[in-house]
């Protein structure tokens, strides 16, 4: 099925952006049979003040936007929730769940938007459609019968933030804590780690700080395709002369060269624009590793210019005043010992010392980060070194510096700026007591792993996903999948289909929404929604394409009718005057977080929306030594396992041809991988180590020594620049191999890029 054709493997040539974003847009818009004069109108609304917010990345939209402010992924997620395809009851009637089973995840979403909602009938194996009003009242009718404890509220990261207060709020009332959501497979080890660093769980970048910065850190996080509109920023700071080095496993083309698909000079020119000034192919699990030689370097540099009466490296002041535990880390670097360094990073010192100083040289450093450093054991840690890092020489809370985790979905940080939260002390639950009038659940609920838990164990029995594809994304899929049918109740809210859909408790709902790009029309007046990007910084967005089908509801109708069905009637919650007008939810969000949201229905109008106050920003750092902290690694590896002959580090990837489990196609330009996601990257003296020749069919083995049986067959072997012992793959392809224990200590983020594997023929 589908368009999988014949593999080609071969290195592609062009830049980052270029003709051959071009030539992607205009595949995808062909397939997925959009008209096109309507959809480059949507297209010229994306990121726009008046406009809506790309529904694919969280980058910020600028204030005064460019012409197009859309980038070539962007297009793509536009045109996949655009897409004149249905999924319709006609399409349910012909095929059975188990039949779909057999199909890939891109042949599932490509059926197109899913138009009526459906239920799910066991007998026939069928999902069969229903009324609306039906389904309300029977999953309200099971959520009335099931102990609160035992249900599950997860978010993927897209509903705006009216729908995810709205929705948190259900919950609580409902009895629990129990949020899960995408950011817990995500970013969750930065708000755990920065928040222990310096007292904020967000970046503390904006927009701006990107003109104003002399110099970029990157770590870990692949711009060219995950979040491509950032690439503007970067090549006008590379056009400035700023330096950027990267420490990247892979060397991904989008942080390697750029040519802006969107100027027709540079196209027409093949104008490209050189972006990382040093390169540095750090080990999968390396960066705890290389950050200490980074930082060890500055020690040195600083001890020399000491001796020798010149300017200080180290922000001597800044330290003094703002950090706490300097003199720990300092000892603790002086011990490392640069042979240590250099096997667990795999990195040269003398490119570390020329990286350090690099940075030893710029005023204003940006600390940008993603997936290659949350996603490990030592995910936290990795993050306090990189922290540790920037207050060497006091790049936090300062013009043109800070640090900038990448957020995954487009409202993700947003989600839990609004309450969508497991654990109840990221969440003012004494003033939605008094709001609402009831005693809020005080313990902790589940997490994403913690949940996969309680299914394995058999005390959940209620899940409602508010988007996602729960069962594709997690960790340990098969146990987890195979447990699923023990649910109760499993609710669905979607806009495809795709393969967690298929698993279904004893009572299943499909429940299709509308999308962002859609125009929303609660009692004949259409409504805006809001969401929040990577930099804190709150926008509204405004739907206005014709909706899928006239069937669909919005996300905030679906959490209200389900609510009001559920719970008691409580005169201090409105949920229906809420959905028929969202500047109310807005008004109760001001409430709620008077000091993040005031102003909220005003000032969301702003070009380039407002900024949530940060204190790290402001050098008001709330932690527990009320100073930003300096926080030592327990080991150089952040890896978790120990290294054994034949053990491999597999990082499970995106590719450009995807948006988290929706598999747009199989093209993954930039690494030259064409027709096929059935891949393992390895080095080219690995795979002559193991006996294995390039093109052979190969399995991945999970190498975890916990007794349980995982692998990912029918693989071929790719030659690829990767370091020595690590090998890549494709998420969610690989996410049967990894371990549900295997996840970051403190945030229990699922170590997804380095999973012990083995090779086997
Ligand atoms: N088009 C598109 N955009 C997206 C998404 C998408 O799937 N498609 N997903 C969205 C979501 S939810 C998220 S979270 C973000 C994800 O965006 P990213 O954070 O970029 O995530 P990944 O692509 O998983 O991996 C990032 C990079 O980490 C590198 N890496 C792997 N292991 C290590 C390591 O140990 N150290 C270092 N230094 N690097 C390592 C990989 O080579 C890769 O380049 O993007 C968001 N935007
Ligand atoms: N091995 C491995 N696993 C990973 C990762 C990794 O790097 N490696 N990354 C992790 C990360 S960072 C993340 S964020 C998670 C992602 O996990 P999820 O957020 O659960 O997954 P998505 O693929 O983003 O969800 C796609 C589905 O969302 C639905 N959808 C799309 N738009 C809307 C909408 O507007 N409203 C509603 N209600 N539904 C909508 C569609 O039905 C679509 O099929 O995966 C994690 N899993
Ligand atoms: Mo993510």
Known sequence: MGDERKPKIEPYPGPAGGWGSVKSVTEILKREQVPIPSTVKELWRQNKPRGFTCVSCAWPQPGKPAKFEFCENGAKASAWELTSLRTTPEFFAQHTCTELLGWSDHDLEQQGRLTHPMRYDRTADKYVPCAWDEAFDAI????????????????????????????????????????????????????VALRKSVGAAVGTVVLDDFAGTDCIFFFGQNAGVNSPRMLHDLQKAAKRGVPIVVFNPLRERGLERFTNPQSPVELLAKQETPLATQYLQVRAGGDIAAITGLCKTLLALDDEAAETGTPRVLDAEFIAQHTHGFDEFAAWLRAQSWGDIEAASGLQRAELERAAATYAQAKAVIGVYGMGLTQHVLGEYNIHMFANFMLLRGNIGKPGAGLCPVRGHSNVQGQRTVGIADDPALVPLDRLAEQYGFEPPRDKGLNTVECCEGVLDGSVHGFIGLGGNFLRAIPEQERVTAAWSKLRLTVQIATKLN???????????LLPCLGRIERVLENGTPQVLSTEDSTSCIHA??????????????????????????????????????????????DAIEQT?????????????????????????????????????????????????????DRFR???????????????????????????REVVLMHKDDIARLGLRDGQAVKLVSDAGDGVTREVAGLRVVTFDIPRGCVGGYYPECNPLIPLSHHAVFSKTPAAKSVPVRVVA
């Open 140 to 191: 309200a009718a099971e959520l009335k019968q099931l102990a609160p404890k035992s249900v599950v509220f997860y978010a993927s990261g897209r509903a705006s933030l009216e729908t995810s207060y709205l929705y948190a709020l259900f919950a609580r009332l409902y009895g629990n804590n129990n949020l899960p959501d995408s950011s817990n497979m995500c970013h969750e080890a930065t708000g």
């Open 499 to 509: 393969r967690s859909h298929l698993f279904n408790g004893d009572v299943a709902y």
């Open 541 to 586: 967005s405004v739907g206005k394409a014709e909706p899928a089908s006239p069937e669909l509801k919005s996300e905030t109708r679906i959490v209200v009718e389900l609510a009001r069905r559920t719970l008691p009637a409580n005169p201090k919650v409105p949920w229906v005057a809420w959905a028929n007008d969202y500047a109310t939810i807005r």
């Open 593 to 645: 977080y008077p000091e993040q949201f005031q102003g909220f229905n005003q000032r969301m109008w702003q070009p380039g929306g407002f900024h949530r106050p940060n204190s790290a920003r402001e050098r008001v750092w709330k932690t527990d030594t009320g100073k930003a902290n300096f926080i030592l690694p327990p080991s150089l590896t952040a890896t978790g396992f120990d290294d054994a002959p």
């Open 650 to 676: 597999l990082m499970t990837m995106r590719s450009n041809d995807q948006f988290n489990t929706t598999i747009y196609g199989y093209d993954d330009r930039f690494r030259g991988i064409d027709g096929t």
